[in-house]
Protein backbone atom coordinates (compact mmCIF):
# COMPACT_ATOMS: atom_id res chain seq x y z
CA UNK A 1 0.00 0.00 0.00
CA UNK A 2 1.12 3.26 -0.81
CA UNK A 3 2.10 5.94 2.10
CA UNK A 4 0.38 9.24 0.40
CA UNK A 5 1.05 11.10 2.82
CA UNK A 6 4.82 10.93 2.53
CA UNK A 7 4.68 10.49 -1.15
CA UNK A 8 6.04 13.24 -3.82
CA UNK A 9 3.51 15.48 -5.78
CA UNK A 10 2.99 14.02 -9.09
CA UNK A 11 3.32 17.87 -10.68
CA UNK A 12 7.24 17.31 -9.16
CA UNK A 13 7.27 14.07 -10.68
CA UNK A 14 6.30 15.18 -14.11
CA UNK A 15 8.77 17.82 -13.97
CA UNK A 16 11.92 16.04 -12.71
CA UNK A 17 10.93 12.44 -15.71
CA UNK A 18 10.68 15.66 -18.66
CA UNK A 19 14.34 17.43 -17.15
CA UNK A 20 15.59 13.86 -16.79
CA UNK A 21 14.45 12.60 -20.20
CA UNK A 22 15.10 15.92 -22.05
CA UNK A 23 18.47 16.75 -19.46
CA UNK A 24 17.27 20.35 -19.76
CA UNK A 25 15.18 22.38 -17.65
CA UNK A 26 14.23 24.91 -20.52
CA UNK A 27 13.32 21.75 -22.64
CA UNK A 28 11.29 20.66 -19.83
CA UNK A 29 9.83 23.82 -19.11
CA UNK A 30 8.90 24.27 -23.00
CA UNK A 31 6.94 20.53 -22.96
CA UNK A 32 5.22 21.68 -19.85
CA UNK A 33 4.26 24.65 -20.60
CA UNK A 34 5.89 26.37 -17.03
CA UNK A 35 8.64 28.76 -16.91
CA UNK A 36 12.24 27.45 -16.43
CA UNK A 37 12.14 27.88 -12.71
CA UNK A 38 9.02 26.37 -12.12
CA UNK A 39 10.48 23.26 -13.04
CA UNK A 40 13.76 24.00 -11.69
CA UNK A 41 12.04 24.65 -8.27
CA UNK A 42 9.96 21.14 -9.09
CA UNK A 43 12.92 19.34 -9.52
CA UNK A 44 15.05 20.57 -6.27
CA UNK A 45 11.79 20.35 -4.01
CA UNK A 46 12.11 16.55 -5.07
CA UNK A 47 15.50 16.21 -4.46
CA UNK A 48 14.75 18.05 -0.69
CA UNK A 49 12.05 15.46 -0.14
CA UNK A 50 14.23 12.26 -0.83
CA UNK A 51 17.41 13.91 0.79
CA UNK A 52 18.78 12.70 -2.79
CA UNK A 53 20.57 14.70 -5.23
CA UNK A 54 18.86 13.45 -8.61
CA UNK A 55 20.30 15.84 -11.78
CA UNK A 56 23.70 18.14 -11.68
CA UNK A 57 25.32 20.58 -14.02
CA UNK A 58 27.59 18.47 -16.55
CA UNK A 59 29.03 21.12 -18.99
CA UNK A 60 26.23 22.70 -20.42
CA UNK A 61 23.91 20.14 -20.11
CA UNK A 62 22.38 18.05 -17.43
CA UNK A 63 23.24 14.05 -16.35
CA UNK A 64 21.75 12.14 -14.11
CA UNK A 65 23.12 10.38 -10.60
CA UNK A 66 22.85 6.98 -10.10
CA UNK A 67 19.55 7.71 -7.46
CA UNK A 68 18.13 9.98 -10.72
CA UNK A 69 18.58 7.68 -13.18
CA UNK A 70 17.05 4.82 -11.46
CA UNK A 71 13.94 7.20 -10.42
CA UNK A 72 13.49 8.56 -14.10
CA UNK A 73 13.35 4.83 -15.40
CA UNK A 74 10.67 3.75 -12.90
CA UNK A 75 9.03 7.45 -13.78
CA UNK A 76 9.01 6.74 -17.66
CA UNK A 77 7.40 2.97 -17.49
CA UNK A 78 4.94 4.39 -14.65
CA UNK A 79 3.74 7.44 -16.74
CA UNK A 80 3.83 5.34 -19.90
CA UNK A 81 1.79 2.53 -18.34
CA UNK A 82 -0.98 5.42 -17.02
CA UNK A 83 -1.34 6.61 -20.48
CA UNK A 84 -2.10 3.69 -22.15
CA UNK A 85 -4.59 3.11 -19.52
CA UNK A 86 -5.98 6.43 -20.31
CA UNK A 87 -5.83 5.47 -23.87
CA UNK A 88 -8.24 2.78 -23.14
CA UNK A 89 -10.54 4.52 -20.85
CA UNK A 90 -11.06 7.65 -23.49
CA UNK A 91 -11.06 5.01 -26.54
CA UNK A 92 -14.83 4.42 -24.86
CA UNK A 93 -15.40 8.15 -25.05
CA UNK A 94 -17.17 9.90 -27.83
CA UNK A 95 -16.44 8.59 -31.21
CA UNK A 96 -15.30 5.18 -30.62
CA UNK A 97 -17.30 2.10 -31.43
CA UNK A 98 -20.28 1.13 -29.55
CA UNK A 99 -20.37 -2.76 -28.23
CA UNK A 100 -23.45 -4.56 -28.03
CA UNK A 101 -23.62 -8.22 -26.80
CA UNK A 102 -26.68 -10.04 -28.35
CA UNK A 103 -27.72 -13.42 -29.20
CA UNK A 104 -26.45 -14.49 -32.38
CA UNK A 105 -30.02 -14.92 -33.12
CA UNK A 106 -31.09 -11.97 -32.42
CA UNK A 107 -28.86 -10.34 -34.27
CA UNK A 108 -29.10 -12.10 -37.56
CA UNK A 109 -32.65 -12.60 -37.49
CA UNK A 110 -33.60 -9.33 -36.05
CA UNK A 111 -30.97 -6.50 -36.28
CA UNK A 112 -29.26 -7.45 -39.61
CA UNK A 113 -31.85 -6.95 -41.56
CA UNK A 114 -33.25 -3.46 -39.94
CA UNK A 115 -29.25 -2.10 -39.62
CA UNK A 116 -29.19 -0.70 -42.74
CA UNK A 117 -31.42 1.65 -41.85
CA UNK A 118 -29.33 3.11 -38.40
CA UNK A 119 -26.09 3.22 -40.86
CA UNK A 120 -27.59 5.50 -43.63
CA UNK A 121 -28.65 7.65 -40.77
CA UNK A 122 -25.71 7.27 -38.62
CA UNK A 123 -23.08 6.56 -41.16
CA UNK A 124 -20.27 8.24 -38.28
CA UNK A 125 -21.31 5.37 -35.36
CA UNK A 126 -19.58 2.84 -35.84
CA UNK A 127 -21.14 -0.50 -34.27
CA UNK A 128 -18.94 -3.86 -33.11
CA UNK A 129 -21.28 -6.31 -32.43
CA UNK A 130 -20.94 -9.09 -30.25
CA UNK A 131 -23.18 -12.45 -30.54
CA UNK A 132 -23.31 -14.45 -27.32
CA UNK A 133 -25.22 -17.27 -25.83
CA UNK A 134 -24.07 -16.54 -22.16
CA UNK A 135 -25.35 -13.03 -20.38
CA UNK A 136 -22.15 -11.13 -20.17
CA UNK A 137 -21.04 -8.95 -17.46
CA UNK A 138 -21.07 -5.41 -18.54
CA UNK A 139 -18.69 -3.09 -16.77
CA UNK A 140 -15.88 -6.26 -16.63
CA UNK A 141 -16.13 -6.72 -20.71
CA UNK A 142 -16.49 -3.08 -21.17
CA UNK A 143 -20.12 -3.47 -22.72
CA UNK A 144 -21.78 -0.18 -23.91
CA UNK A 145 -25.24 -2.26 -24.63
CA UNK A 146 -27.03 -5.67 -23.71
CA UNK A 147 -29.87 -6.60 -25.95
CA UNK A 148 -31.00 -9.21 -23.49
CA UNK A 149 -34.09 -11.69 -23.40
CA UNK A 150 -36.38 -12.26 -20.13
CA UNK A 151 -38.25 -10.83 -17.68
CA UNK A 152 -36.43 -7.50 -17.61
CA UNK A 153 -35.42 -8.17 -13.79
CA UNK A 154 -31.56 -7.18 -13.48
CA UNK A 155 -30.42 -5.45 -10.46
CA UNK A 156 -27.45 -3.21 -10.66
CA UNK A 157 -28.31 -2.26 -14.22
CA UNK A 158 -30.58 0.31 -16.69
CA UNK A 159 -33.16 -1.83 -18.10
CA UNK A 160 -35.78 -0.27 -21.20
CA UNK A 161 -38.20 -2.92 -22.82
CA UNK A 162 -37.61 -3.14 -26.07
CA UNK A 163 -39.72 -5.92 -28.51
CA UNK A 164 -42.23 -8.31 -27.28
CA UNK A 165 -41.57 -11.83 -27.13
CA UNK A 166 -44.43 -13.70 -28.54
CA UNK A 167 -43.96 -16.93 -29.36
CA UNK A 168 -45.20 -18.74 -32.73
CA UNK A 169 -44.68 -22.10 -34.51
CA UNK A 170 -43.50 -21.58 -37.84
CA UNK A 171 -42.72 -24.02 -40.77
CA UNK A 172 -41.11 -23.74 -44.45
CA UNK A 173 -44.07 -23.25 -47.32
CA UNK A 174 -43.51 -26.51 -49.09
CA UNK A 175 -43.38 -28.38 -45.85
CA UNK A 176 -47.10 -26.98 -45.29
CA UNK A 177 -47.84 -27.91 -49.15
CA UNK A 178 -50.31 -25.07 -49.32
CA UNK A 179 -52.10 -25.43 -46.01
CA UNK A 180 -52.35 -22.17 -43.53
CA UNK A 181 -54.02 -23.50 -40.56
CA UNK A 182 -53.15 -26.61 -38.77
CA UNK A 183 -54.55 -28.87 -36.23
CA UNK A 184 -52.78 -30.02 -32.88
CA UNK A 185 -53.05 -33.48 -34.37
CA UNK A 186 -51.27 -32.08 -38.07
CA UNK A 187 -49.19 -30.34 -35.98
CA UNK A 188 -47.97 -33.76 -34.07
CA UNK A 189 -47.67 -35.84 -36.83
CA UNK A 190 -45.28 -33.56 -39.07
CA UNK A 191 -41.01 -33.82 -38.00
CA UNK A 192 -40.07 -30.43 -35.33
CA UNK A 193 -37.12 -29.05 -35.48
CA UNK A 194 -35.69 -27.67 -32.22
CA UNK A 195 -32.12 -26.13 -30.67
CA UNK A 196 -30.39 -28.11 -27.71
CA UNK A 197 -30.48 -26.73 -24.25
CA UNK A 198 -33.53 -24.95 -24.73
CA UNK A 199 -35.80 -27.39 -22.34
CA UNK A 200 -38.45 -23.87 -22.29
CA UNK A 201 -39.62 -25.07 -26.33
CA UNK A 202 -41.11 -27.84 -24.82
CA UNK A 203 -43.16 -26.16 -21.72
CA UNK A 204 -44.23 -23.68 -24.34
CA UNK A 205 -45.29 -26.63 -26.64
CA UNK A 206 -47.16 -28.26 -23.75
CA UNK A 207 -49.24 -24.91 -23.06
CA UNK A 208 -50.20 -24.76 -26.63
CA UNK A 209 -51.74 -28.41 -26.46
CA UNK A 210 -49.44 -30.70 -27.73
CA UNK A 211 -47.60 -33.30 -26.36
CA UNK A 212 -43.43 -33.20 -27.52
CA UNK A 213 -42.78 -36.63 -25.76
CA UNK A 214 -44.70 -38.16 -28.67
CA UNK A 215 -43.71 -36.10 -31.75
CA UNK A 216 -40.56 -36.39 -34.25
CA UNK A 217 -38.28 -33.83 -33.26
CA UNK A 218 -34.78 -33.32 -34.36
CA UNK A 219 -32.27 -31.33 -32.12
CA UNK A 220 -29.86 -29.36 -33.48
CA UNK A 221 -26.73 -27.65 -31.60
CA UNK A 222 -27.34 -23.72 -31.72
CA UNK A 223 -30.77 -21.98 -32.44
CA UNK A 224 -29.79 -20.67 -36.04
CA UNK A 225 -29.14 -23.67 -37.40
CA UNK A 226 -32.28 -24.64 -35.80
CA UNK A 227 -33.66 -21.80 -37.88
CA UNK A 228 -31.77 -22.71 -40.93
CA UNK A 229 -33.24 -26.50 -40.51
CA UNK A 230 -37.01 -25.04 -40.38
CA UNK A 231 -36.16 -22.52 -43.78
CA UNK A 232 -34.99 -25.21 -45.77
CA UNK A 233 -38.82 -27.40 -44.69
CA UNK A 234 -36.75 -29.90 -42.68
CA UNK A 235 -40.22 -29.29 -40.05
CA UNK A 236 -41.39 -26.92 -37.79
CA UNK A 237 -40.36 -25.04 -35.59
CA UNK A 238 -40.87 -22.42 -32.18
CA UNK A 239 -39.44 -19.03 -32.33
CA UNK A 240 -39.57 -15.30 -30.92
CA UNK A 241 -42.10 -13.86 -33.54
CA UNK A 242 -39.33 -10.85 -33.28
CA UNK A 243 -36.78 -13.16 -34.76
CA UNK A 244 -38.45 -14.90 -37.76
CA UNK A 245 -40.68 -11.26 -38.82
CA UNK A 246 -38.07 -11.39 -41.61
CA UNK A 247 -38.52 -14.70 -42.98
CA UNK A 248 -42.66 -14.12 -42.60
CA UNK A 249 -42.40 -11.12 -44.62
CA UNK A 250 -40.73 -12.42 -47.28
CA UNK A 251 -42.20 -15.61 -47.33
CA UNK A 252 -39.40 -17.74 -46.48
CA UNK A 253 -41.50 -19.17 -43.62
CA UNK A 254 -45.33 -19.06 -42.24
CA UNK A 255 -46.60 -19.04 -39.18
CA UNK A 256 -49.11 -21.71 -38.17
CA UNK A 257 -49.44 -20.83 -34.06
CA UNK A 258 -48.61 -18.75 -31.80
CA UNK A 259 -47.47 -19.14 -28.20
CA UNK A 260 -48.05 -15.73 -26.37
CA UNK A 261 -46.23 -15.43 -22.56
CA UNK A 262 -46.37 -11.35 -21.15
CA UNK A 263 -43.75 -11.97 -19.06
CA UNK A 264 -41.03 -12.63 -21.47
CA UNK A 265 -39.63 -10.35 -23.69
CA UNK A 266 -36.50 -8.39 -25.38
CA UNK A 267 -34.73 -5.87 -23.27
CA UNK A 268 -32.11 -3.17 -23.57
CA UNK A 269 -29.49 -3.18 -20.93
CA UNK A 270 -27.28 -0.75 -20.16
CA UNK A 271 -24.82 0.15 -17.21
CA UNK A 272 -26.22 2.66 -14.86
CA UNK A 273 -24.46 6.96 -15.20
CA UNK A 274 -24.48 8.96 -18.42
CA UNK A 275 -24.86 7.27 -21.86
CA UNK A 276 -22.97 8.68 -24.82
CA UNK A 277 -24.22 10.70 -27.43
CA UNK A 278 -23.77 7.37 -29.52
CA UNK A 279 -25.41 5.09 -27.33
CA UNK A 280 -28.12 7.36 -26.84
CA UNK A 281 -28.81 7.72 -30.60
CA UNK A 282 -28.23 3.67 -31.33
CA UNK A 283 -31.11 3.40 -28.80
CA UNK A 284 -33.65 6.42 -30.06
CA UNK A 285 -33.04 4.22 -33.89
CA UNK A 286 -33.82 0.29 -32.07
CA UNK A 287 -36.65 1.71 -30.47
CA UNK A 288 -38.51 3.39 -33.64
CA UNK A 289 -37.00 -0.02 -35.46
CA UNK A 290 -39.61 -1.88 -33.61
Given at each position: MIDWRSFPSLTALRAFEAAARLQSFTLAARELNVTHAAVAQQVRGLEDHLG????????RGMALTPEGAKLAAALVEGFRGIGQALAEVKGGGPGAALRVTLTAAFAA?????????FWK?????????????RVVDLRREGIDLGIRFGNGKWPGLDVEFLTAADYVIVAAPELLAGRVDLSNAEMSDMPWIMAEDWPET???LKGFGLKPDAMNITDVPTEDLALSAARAGLGLYVEAEALVEHDVENGTLQIVGRLKDDSLAYYMVTRPGPKRPELKAFIRWLKAAV
Open positions: RELLYREGNWLMPKLGGSHPDIELSLNPEKQTW
